[in-house]
C-alpha cells in the first residue's frame, strides 16, 4: 500500500484566486521564550487545498460541517485533462474513454499543480464548460477533483460549473497536486474537510491510497 499526499502546504504568502485576502501565518509563543509553540493564522476557507461546500454559492445550501464525509472520501477515477493549445474550456469529450462510474469522484489532472506559485496557475487555468458539469451531474459523479485553482474561469461573474455542481449537492476540491505521481486509473482518495459551522468551505488534507 502506498499513500500520496495531494495537498498544498498552508503558508504565508501562498498562491489563492485573485482578489482575496492574503493568508498570513505567525508564531504567537515559542518554545525558546515560552516553553510551548503556538501558530495563529487568517485565511479564507477558500485557499490552498479545500472543499466547497453548497453554501459557497447556493442560497441555504448546506454548510461544511453538515457535508457526509462520504461525499469526499471513496473511490476515484483520473481524467487526465489534454487539450489543444490555446484552449481552455473543458468539454465532454475530456471523459472519452475514462470508465467512470455513478458515484465516483473523479480527479482532473492538468499537470498545472506544477506551476503553482506562478501567475500562470492562477490565472491561465482549464475549467468546466457547462455541458461538461452537467455530464458530470448526470452520470451521477460525487465529487470532483482538480489540480487547479477553480472549475470556473478568473473572467466570469456567474460561476456556471459551481452553480451546477453545488446545485447539485455535488463535492468539489480545489488546489490538489501530485496526481501525476498516481500510475493507475482508478485510486482511493479521501479530502475530510475541517468541521467548521456555517461554513462556505473548508481546508483538507487530501491524498490517495494505492493497494498494490
Same mark, same amino acid.
Given at each position: 500500500?502506498?499513500? #500520496?499526499? &495531494?495537498?498544498? /502546504? +498552508? ?6 484566486? !485573485?482578489?482575496? !485576502? ?20 487568517? @485565511?479564507? /476557507? ?8 453548497? @453554501? ?10 453538515? #457535508? ?38 473523479? %480527479?482532473?489532472?492538468?499537470? &498545472? ?6 501567475? @500562470? ?11 461538461? @458539469? ?6 451521477? $459523479?460525487?465529487? /470532483?477533483? *482538480?489540480?487547479?485553482?477553480? !472549475? ?13 455542481? &453545488?446545485?447539485?449537492? +455535488?463535492?468539489? $476540491?480545489?488546489? +490538489?497536486?501530485? *496526481?501525476? %505521481?498516481?500510475?493507475?486509473?482508478? /485510486? ?20 490517495? $491510497? &494505492?493497494?498494490?
Amino acid at each position: 500500500m502506498r499513500i #500520496i499526499d &495531494l495537498s498544498q /502546504v +498552508l503558508e504565508t504568502g501562498m498562491p489563492q484566486y !485573485p482578489g482575496q !485576502p492574503d493568508a498570513v501565518f505567525r508564531q504567537v509563543a515559542q518554545v525558546q521564550s515560552d516553553g510551548y509553540q503556538v501558530t495563529d493564522f487568517h @485565511a479564507v /476557507v477558500h485557499v490552498g487545498t479545500h472543499c466547497d461546500a453548497p @453554501a459557497h454559492f447556493i442560497e441555504g445550501g448546506e454548510t461544511i460541517e453538515s #457535508i457526509p464525509l462520504e461525499r469526499f472520501v471513496g473511490e476515484a477515477v483520473i481524467v487526465d485533462v489534454r487539450l489543444p493549445d490555446g484552449q481552455r474550456e473543458m468539454g465532454p469529450s475530456v471523459l472519452a474513454g475514462a470508465d467512470i462510474r455513478p458515484g465516483d469522484i473523479v %480527479l482532473f489532472r492538468s499537470g &498545472l499543480s506544477q506551476k503553482w506559485g506562478t501567475e @500562470a496557475y492562477e490565472t491561465a487555468f482549464p475549467y468546466f464548460g457547462e455541458e461538461l @458539469a452537467r455530464e458530470l451531474v448526470e452520470r451521477g $459523479v460525487r465529487a /470532483v477533483g *482538480l489540480d487547479f485553482i477553480s !472549475p470556473d474561469p478568473i473572467e466570469t461573474d456567474s460561476y456556471p460549473a459551481h452553480h451546477i455542481f &453545488l446545485g447539485n449537492r +455535488l463535492g468539489i $476540491v480545489e488546489n +490538489l497536486k501530485n *496526481l501525476e %505521481l498516481i500510475d493507475r486509473e482508478r /485510486v482511493f482518495f479521501a479530502a475530510a474537510p475541517l468541521a467548521i459551522k456555517g461554513s462556505d468551505g473548508a481546508f483538507t488534507r487530501a491524498f490517495a $491510497v &494505492l493497494f498494490d
